[in-house]
């Protein structure tokens, strides 16, 4: 038999301090970048979008990738050609923060999932991203520490 594999998971990524740095330009084209970073290595963007300090990503990962390595691979590159692309990121150093958030998603979740991702404009008019990671982390049963929450 062969192997199947079917690993879904809505990934979240702030900027370093969570700077609100990622402007509608930049957003444009930094969304189809990720999703061709994601393409390169395998993996399947489903759903890419996020705010001025953050980036939500609903990944389908090959049996083979891990998702540190998925989120290593993204936010590598990515940082380095934001770094390189755009000159007004320059003199801050842009980087992203150094974790990240990856929830699984289950096939019958994944429709809600890409609505929540291309709703976040409207989502963060409510609540901030420390507010929505505390959701996510108590949906999922984990622990919240305020230490890590930076």
């Not at 890419?48 to 998925?70: E, F």
């Amino acid at each position: 038999m062969h192997s199947f594999n079917s690993c879904l998971m809505h990934c979240v990524f702030s900027t370093k301090e969570r700077r609100q740095l990622i402007s509608l330009a930049i957003r444009e084209r930094l969304w189809p970048y990720l999703g061709g970073i994601a393409r390169e290595n395998d993996m399947k963007a489903l759903a890419i979008g996020g705010t001025a300090d953050h980036v939500h990503l609903l990944l389908s990962l090959p049996a083979a990738l891990s998702v540190s390595k998925a989120m290593q691979l993204l936010k590598g590159n990515s940082s380095k050609w934001l770094g390189e692309t755009f000159a007004e990121l320059r003199p801050q150093g842009f980087s992203w923060q150094e974790g990240f958030g990856a929830f699984s998603v289950g096939i019958s979740g994944v429709e809600d999932t890409i609505r929540y991702i291309r709703e976040q404009e409207e989502h963060h008019r409510k609540k901030d991203f420390r507010e929505e990671l505390e959701v996510f982390l108590k949906k999922h049963g984990m622990a919240i520490d305020q230490k890590m929450m930076d």
